[in-house]
C-alpha cells in the first residue's frame, strides 16, 4: 500500500488540487445552489406527466403532456439495464451540479494528458486548458449538461483510442469500450457525432503511417479490438440507441411527409434551421482574444464612461437615465455590444485562452509527432463547418451528402472538437522543448510563433479594424428602428450606432492588450527554459497557474456566483393563472388546451398544468410539426382543435395581458364514430382535406389502408357508443357498443413503432387518419379497446444492454486484472 501511494503520490496531489479549483470556482454549488434554473423549469413543464407518473413508481413511456403525445424516450426514459446508468447517477450523487462534470472534464483530460506521456504537472495545465475553455462553462450557465457531460467524456475516450492505437490492447480496448458507452449514454448524439469526425481523421493518419511503416499487422489488431469495443459499447446502450433510432426516422430530422411545400427538406433540418448559429468566420478571432466581437448578447454591460452613454449625457440627459437608455436600445437589431452573425443571440464567445492560442501556432512549427498532422486537419475540418452558412460551400457539401450531419442544429457547436484539439498541440509543443535536446533550434522557432501571434495580436491592438468591422450585419436595420422609435430623428440613432462601433473597438482593444501580455508571459517561461533559468518542473506548474488565471478571469464573465441561484421546484417558480385553475378542476383524465398566447413549439408554460396542444421538444413528431405550420401558423383551424379533443381554449387580451377562457363545445372527445371514410391519395391531399372538414362525421384515410378499413362491411349506427374507461398515458382502456362495423377515430398521435390495439384481448391493426391521430375498425357488439405502448425498440432492448452491461463489467476486471499483474511481474523477478 505504501508503494501504491509513492507510485501514485502526484497523481493524488494533482485530484486534490482539481477539487480545490472546483470548490473555489463553484462555491455556491457546494451551498445547494444551481445553475441553468431556467432549463431545469423547461424540462419539468416537458416532464409534468412523466413525474406525476415516477411518483407512483410506475415508468412511462409516452407522454401526453406536450404536442398532443410523444414518446419520452428524448424527454426522460430510465435505462436500468444500462450499467453506465448507475455510473452516471453514483457521479452525481457524489458531486453536485455542476462539479460533476467539471471534475470529469479535468480528470479524464488529465488521463489523456498523461497518456500522451506529459509529466503529471503539464498534463494538469492541459485539463485546465480544455475544461475552462470558455464554451464548456457557457453550456453548464445555459443548463446544457447532457451536452456538457458529452463532451467531458471526449478526452478520456480519446485516450483510451491511442492506448489501443500504440499496443496496449487489454486496457485500451476495455476502457474505450467503457468510455464510448458512457459518451453515447450522455444522450447526446450530436457532440458524439463531431467527436467521430475527428477520430476517422486520426484513424486514418494511423493507417497511413502503419501502411509506410509496414506495420500494418498490429494497427489491424487494435483496430478489431476497437471495433469490438465499440459493438460492446453499442449493445450496452442498446434500448438507448434503437429507440432513438426508430423514433428519429418520426421526427422533425426524419423525412418530409408533404412534398408540395419548398419550405419542406426532403429529409432532415431545414437548413437555415441547422445553420442558424453558425461561427463568423472572422469571429474566430475569439479564440485569441474573447471580446472580440463584442462578447454575448446582453452580457457585456455599459457603464457611464462609455461612448453611447455620452451620447445622451452631451444632450444634458443624467448618467443614470442615459445608462437605462443605452441598455434599452441594445434590444434594437444589431445594437448589442455582440456584432457577430449569430442570431438571435449568443451567451458568450468560443475563447481557447492566448496561452494556449501561442502555444498552438508554436506546436504547428516544432512538434514532430504524427499527431500533429490529425490535429491540424481536425482543427481546419471542424472551423470550416462551423462557419455553416457563412461559409457554407464545405458545409453544403456535409449537409446534402454525409450521413446524419443534417439532423444537427448550431453548427458551431462543432468547435468544442477544436476546442480539445487546440490544447492538445499546444501543450505538445512544451513537451517538444523538455525532451528534445536542440534548445537552440527551439529558441528560432519560438521566435518565429511570437512575429505570428504577438504580431496578430499587437495588430488587433492598434489596429483592429484592418480585421475586424465592429458593425453587425444587421446594424443598419436597427438605425432604422431606433430612427422611428425615436420619431424620425436619425442624427441621435446614427450618433449612437457610431458611438457603438467606438465602444466595440474599445472593448476588443482592452482584451487585445490582455492577451498580448500573457502571449509574452508565455514566451517568457519558455525562453527561461530554454535558457535553463527555470526547470521543466517549474515551467510546467507554472503554465498550470498561468492557464488557469487566464481562463478563470474570461469565465467569471459568464458563469459568476451569481449565475447560482437556490434550487426552485416548479410548483414555486410557475404559478398558474385563474384560467388554468379553473381547467384544473376538471376530472376528465385525457383532454388537451389551446392557449393562443403560447407560442406553439416553444410553449413551456401550460404543459405544467395541462395537456396541451403546444409544448417545446427538439425531437417532437414530423407530422404534428407540419400539423402546426400548416394549420396553425397562418390561422387556427377549428376542425382541427377539435379532432385534438381540444376541451378549453385560453385566450390573451394582448393589451391587459388578462386571459381568459372558454370551453370548446365542439371538442369531438375522446374517440367517436365517424358516419363516412374518405380516401386520399397522398400526404399533401390529406393535409388539405383536413383544412376543412368535420371531423366528428368523417375521417381522412390515406388509401394505403383501405384494405385494413374494409377488411369487414363498414356501415352506420347512430346509436353506437365508444367511452374511455380507464388512462395511464401508455394504456388506454375503451368500452364499445355497436350494432354495426364502424370505423373509430381516437384523439390519440399516431405511432406505429411500439403501440398495439386490442380488441377483447386479440391484437387487431389500426391505422392512421386525419393525418396524425388513430384510427380502427371495431366490430359489431359490446367490446374492450386497449392501447397498449410496448416498444420492443426499448424492452428488447434492455436485454441486450443487460447482456453487453454484464460483459462490460468483465472487460474491465479483466483489464485490471492484466495491469496487476504487468506491475507485479517486475517484484517477482526482482525477488
Known amino acids: 500500500m505504501n508503494n501504491w501511494f509513492k507510485r501514485n503520490g502526484i497523481h493524488l496531489a494533482v485530484t486534490g488540487i482539481f477539487l480545490a479549483i472546483c470548490f473555489f470556482f463553484l462555491t455556491p454549488a457546494f451551498q445547494g445552489k444551481t445553475l441553468g434554473q431556467s432549463d431545469v423549469l423547461g424540462a419539468q413543464s416537458t416532464q409534468k406527466e412523466i413525474n406525476d407518473y415516477r411518483a407512483k413508481d410506475t415508468t412511462i413511456l409516452w407522454t401526453n403532456q406536450i404536442f398532443g403525445g410523444m414518446p419520452t424516450f428524448q424527454i426522460w426514459a430510465p435505462y436500468p439495464n444500462n450499467i453506465t446508468t448507475h455510473v452516471v447517477s453514483a457521479v452525481k450523487a457524489t458531486f453536485p451540479n455542476p462539479v460533476d462534470t467539471v471534475l470529469i472534464l479535468l480528470l479524464g483530460t488529465y488521463f489523456l494528458f498523461n497518456v500522451l506521456k506529459m509529466n503529471p504537472w503539464l498534463a494538469a495545465a492541459g485539463a485546465v486548458a480544455f475544461t475552462f475553455s470558455s464554451y464548456n462553462m457557457i453550456l453548464l450557465v445555459a443548463g446544457h449538461s447532457n451536452q456538457a457531460f458529452a463532451i467531458a467524456l471526449f478526452a478520456p475516450l480519446l485516450a483510451s483510442i491511442l492506448l489501443t492505437l500504440r499496443g496496449n490492447y487489454i486496457t485500451g480496448a476495455a476502457l474505450t469500450a467503457f468510455f464510448l458507452a458512457m459518451e453515447i449514454r450522455s444522450n447526446h448524439v450530436q457532440m458524439t457525432y463531431y467527436l467521430m469526425l475527428a477520430i476517422f481523421i486520426l484513424i486514418g493518419i494511423e493507417l497511413y503511417h502503419a501502411v509506410k511503416a509496414k506495420t500494418t499487422a498490429p494497427f489491424f489488431k487494435a483496430i478489431g479490438l476497437l471495433a469490438i469495443s465499440t459493438i460492446l459499447a453499442v449493445s450496452v446502450n442498446a434500448s438507448l440507441l434503437w429507440s432513438t433510432a426508430d423514433y428519429g426516422t418520426e421526427t422533425i430530422r426524419g423525412k418530409s411527409n408533404l412534398k408540395a411545400s419548398d419550405k419542406e427538406p426532403n429529409e432532415g433540418l431545414d437548413r437555415d ?54 441598455g434599452q436600445i441594445s434590444n434594437f437589431p444589431g ?30 512549427i516544432v512538434v514532430r509527432s504524427r499527431l500533429k498532422w490529425w490535429l491540424l486537419a481536425t482543427v481546419v475540418l471542424t472551423m470550416l463547418l462551423s462557419f455553416g452558412g457563412n461559409f457554407p460551400f464545405l458545409s453544403d457539401i456535409f449537409f446534402n451528402y454525409v450521413p446524419l450531419y443534417n439532423k444537427f442544429r448550431a453548427v458551431e457547436s462543432i468547435l468544442a472538437v477544436t476546442g480539445l484539439c487546440f490544447p492538445i498541440l499546444a501543450l505538445l509543443a512544451v513537451k517538444e522543448f523538455i525532451d528534445n535536446p536542440d534548445k537552440a533550434d527551439l529558441f528560432k522557432k519560438l521566435k518565429i510563433a511570437l512575429y505570428i501571434v504577438g504580431g496578430l495580436t499587437l495588430i488587433l491592438v492598434a489596429v483592429p479594424t484592418v480585421l475586424l468591422s465592429f458593425r453587425a450585419f444587421d446594424q443598419v436595420d436597427g438605425v432604422n428602428a431606433l430612427t422611428q422609435a425615436m420619431k424620425g430623428d436619425s442624427a441621435t440613432a446614427n450618433a449612437f450606432s457610431n458611438a457603438l462601433v467606438k465602444d466595440r473597438t474599445n472593448l476588443e482593444r482592452a482584451d487585445a492588450i490582455r492577451s498580448l501580455v500573457l502571449i509574452l508571459i508565455t514566451f517568457g517561461l519558455l525562453w527561461a527554459f530554454v535558457k535553463q533559468k527555470i526547470n521543466a518542473t517549474v515551467m510546467s506548474v507554472a503554465f498550470l497557474v498561468v492557464i488557469l488565471v487566464d481562463l478563470w478571469q474570461v469565465d467569471k464573465r459568464y458563469l459568476k456566483d451569481a449565475s447560482f441561484q437556490d434550487k426552485v421546484e416548479a410548483a414555486q417558480a410557475v404559478q398558474p393563472r385563474e384560467v388554468d385553475n379553473f381547467i384544473m378542476k376538471d376530472t376528465d383524465p385525457d383532454f388537451r388546451v389551446y392557449d393562443n398566447s403560447a407560442a406553439m413549439k416553444y410553449d413551456l408554460f401550460n404543459p405544467f398544468f395541462h395537456k396541451s396542444v403546444s409544448g417545446y421538444s427538439a425531437a417532437r413528431l414530423k407530422r404534428y410539426e407540419e400539423l402546426i405550420d400548416n394549420q396553425f401558423t397562418k390561422s387556427i383551424n377549428q376542425d382541427v382543435l377539435d379532432m385534438l379533443n381540444t376541451k378549453y381554449i385560453i385566450t390573451t387580451d394582448p393589451k391587459t395581458g388578462t386571459a381568459s377562457m372558454q370551453a370548446n363545445s365542439t371538442a369531438c372527445g375522446h374517440a367517436w364514430f365517424v358516419k363516412s371514410v374518405k380516401y386520399v391519395e397522398s400526404a399533401d391531399e390529406e393535409m388539405k382535406a383536413i383544412s376543412s372538414f368535420a371531423p366528428k362525421d368523417e375521417a381522412m384515410i390515406d388509401k394505403q389502408y383501405k384494405s385494413v378499413v374494409e377488411a369487414k ?21 375503451y ?45 359489431v357488439g359490446n367490446h374492450k379497446v386497449v392501447f397498449d405502448f410496448h416498444p420492443a425498440s426499448y424492452y428488447t432492448g434492455e436485454g441486450i444492454s443487460m447482456a453487453g452491461s454484464i460483459l462490460m463489467v468483465l472487460a474491465l476486471g479483466g483489464a485490471a486484472f492484466t495491469e496487476l499483474r504487468k506491475k507485479k511481474t517486475p517484484e517477482v523477478m526482482k525477488a
Not at 345 to 356: D, K, N
Not at 716 to 729: E, F, G, M, R
Not at 743 to 766: H, L, N, R, T
Open 335 to 364: 445594437m448589442s455590444m455582440y456584432w457577430g452573425p449569430k442570431r438571435p443571440s449568443t451567451f458568450g464567445p468560443y475563447y481557447f485562452g492566448a496561452v494556449i492560442c501561442f502555444l498552438f501556432v508554436l506546436g504547428l
Open 273 to 326: 434551421y441547422a445553420y442558424q448559429y453558425s461561427q463568423g468566420v472572422a469571429e474566430s478571432v475569439t479564440f485569441l482574444v474573447p471580446n472580440a466581437a463584442g462578447g454575448g448578447s446582453g452580457t457585456e454591460t455599459l457603464d457611464s464612461n462609455s461612448e453611447v452613454v455620452k451620447v445622451f449625457t452631451d444632450k444634458s440627459a443624467p448618467v443614470e437615465q442615459a445608462v437605462n437608455i443605452a
Open 713 to 733: 362491411p363498414l356501415s352506420a349506427d347512430p346509436n353506437a357508443t365508444i367511452k374511455l374507461v380507464s388512462y395511464n398515458p401508455q394504456h388506454l382502456v
Open 735 to 779: 368500452q364499445t357498443s355497436s350494432a354495426a362495423n364502424q370505423v373509430a377515430v381516437f384523439s390519440e398521435i399516431y405511432y406505429s413503432k411500439g403501440w398495439k390495439m386490442f380488441i377483447d384481448g386479440v391484437e387487431q391493426p389500426y391505422y392512421r387518419a386525419d393525418y396524425l391521430l388513430r384510427a380502427a375498425t371495431i366490430p
